[in-house]
């Protein structure tokens, strides 16, 4: 078969374009071919750094996984991570700067079509099948230099898949309106409708009608699968509520980034609750107390302080809870953050003082895959498990170290219930989770991991969708 490219694109955010690209990546790889994903740009600051040093979307990460490839920079050329008056660019894998709409766009135009011209060739160099996931929808007639929806099917010949989620309402209409409003239409070879709840058989008219007026054929009805967790692309996905519990607090703060690292709670059948400044009160139920990552630190350890959440956390602490920052989470925790060269911020500040830390922030940002055991006085782990750093921040504790094979991965107070650590993905580590769960006494069900979970998706979406209109 002759190489091929397939757009995935949808009619709003949301709609499951995740989801379908992860599929059709497991799908092919099943059917034996050398398969990618890829998305040109993906706005998140849920990003996963690759041994390389370079860095990309964590949803592109987990297609990768679904595609049996390791993860590459080419995979998602352009990330932006949203910030207070603009967003941070990663382009290629590496941050560039921080740049408002009129930079982005002049970038746009004098770069970024070369770079994700250039990202698909690479991928095409070495792969059958690229899996092109778009963004938002293609509809928007307000927007120029639409890289992540229009340009795979303009310079590269792709083939499209239009997905339409029946949640919202309105599917029908979705669907015919993008056909409709979109640049090339020509290009959309079948339609997908996605999270159904009932029989597909009460859509009967609505589809042939659909497929009369679109001369396209609807492949597939996907229905609306409960009880299977995979991790979300952006903090969107994380304002739901999959499961409740009040012994699990996750400190919400104002620019929380990376917060995948609660992901393993969830694969675990576990719930939490998310803490604001609206129910701070809550910490006061908690066992465990997880800090995540930020994308602006010292603001969000202010918001942290100045709400009530941090003498909340001292006090949830001196009772015996357990308390786990992570990344910039962990350095909340610590004494002090400097910030001699305003990498993050103009100022210095003090932390919660609960690890005998501080941290100063150096020019040169560390991303970095990790291959760590933890091992200390308090958990004598035997799992070797990778991990991630993305961060500024170099921090320098008294405290004992987390880990005795790794390197430098983190702390650990001198009663064993206060942990930081610079590790992303660090709760996937079984030695440290189980032992967290059981000085905190929370029992949750057997792990599911993320293989099985791709595994059973794809089994339902094959179940449930015809590729024959796109040549499979």
């Known amino acids: 078969m002759a190489k091929k490219i397939i ?18 990546c497991r799908v092919f790889s099943d059917a034996g071919f050398k398969v990618a994903p890829f998305k040109a740009v993906n706005m998140s600051l849920n990003s996963i750094a690759l041994s390389d040093g370079s860095e990309i979307s964590r949803a592109q990460w987990l297609q990768a996984m679904a595609s049996r490839e390791k993860p590459r920079k080419e995979m998602n050329p352009i990330l932006l991570k949203p910030e207070k008056d603009g967003c941070l660019l990663v382009a290629n894998g590496k941050s560039i700067s921080s740049m408002g709409h009129g930079e982005y766009s002049e970038f746009l135009k004098t770069q970024g079509r070369s770079l994700v011209s250039d990202s698909i060739c690479k991928l095409l160099d070495s792969h059958d099948v690229i899996v092109c996931e778009g963004a938002g929808s ?44 979109m640049k090339h239409p020509e290009a959309v070879k079948g339609l997908l409708i996605n999270k159904m709840h009932g029989e597909k058989a009460l859509l009967g008219r609505g589809i042939a009608e659909l497929e009369n007026i679109t001369e396209r054929k609807v492949i ?24 409740m519990d009040y012994r699990i607090a996750v400190i919400k703060y104002p620019h929380v980034e990376n917060y995948g690292d609660i992901d393993p709670i969830f694969a ?41 959440i941090g003498e909340r956390i001292k006090d949830a602490a ?75 921040g170099r921090i320098e504790s008294r405290e004992e170290p987390l880990c005795g094979s790794g390197g430098d991965i983190g702390s650990i107070s001198e ?31 057997e792990k599911h991991s993320l ?12 179940s449930n969708v015809d590729l024959g209109p796109l040549g499979f």
């Open 7 to 24: 757009q995935v694109i949808g009619t709003s955010s949301g709609a499951g374009k995740s989801f379908v690209t992860m599929a059709l």
């Open 138 to 181: 293609p509809a928007e007639i307000n927007m120029d230099n639409d890289l992540a929806n229009a340009f795979a099917i303009e310079e590269h010949g792709a083939e499209a898949l239009l997905v339409g989620d029946i949640e919202r309402g309105g599917v029908f209409a979705a669907l015919y309106g993008t056909l409709k409003l």
């Open 220 to 243: 597939g009805v996907m229905p609306f699968v409960e009880g299977v967790y995979l991790p979300g692309e952006d903090s969107e996905d994380y304002k739901k509520e999959f499961r």
């Open 268 to 308: 675990s059948g576990g719930g939490v609750n998310y803490i604001s400044d609206d129910n701070a009160e809550d910490i006061s139920r908690a066992k465990v107390i997880i800090m995540p990552g930020s994308k602006e630190v010292v603001a969000d350890l202010e918001f942290v302080i100045g709400s009530g």
């Open 318 to 392: 001196s009772r015996g809870s357990v308390v786990v920052g992570i990344c910039g989470g962990y350095q909340m925790l610590g004494r002090r953050i400097d910030d001699p060269y305003g990498i993050e911020s103009d100022r210095s500040a003090l932390g919660l003082g609960l690890l005998n830390a501080q941290t100063v922030y150096l020019r040169e940002k560390v991303v970095r895959e990790v291959s760590y055991r933890v091992d200390n006085r308090f958990i004598h782990g035997s799992e070797s498990s990778d991990g991630y750093e993305i961060h500024y």
């Open 415 to 445: 009663n064993g219930r206060i942990i930081g650590t610079n590790i992303h993905g660090i709760l996937e580590n079984r030695d440290l989770s189980d032992y967290i769960m059981r000085i905190s006494g929370i029992r949750i069900s």
């Open 451 to 462: 293989e099985q979970n791709i595994c059973r998706m794809t089994s339902i979406f094959s």
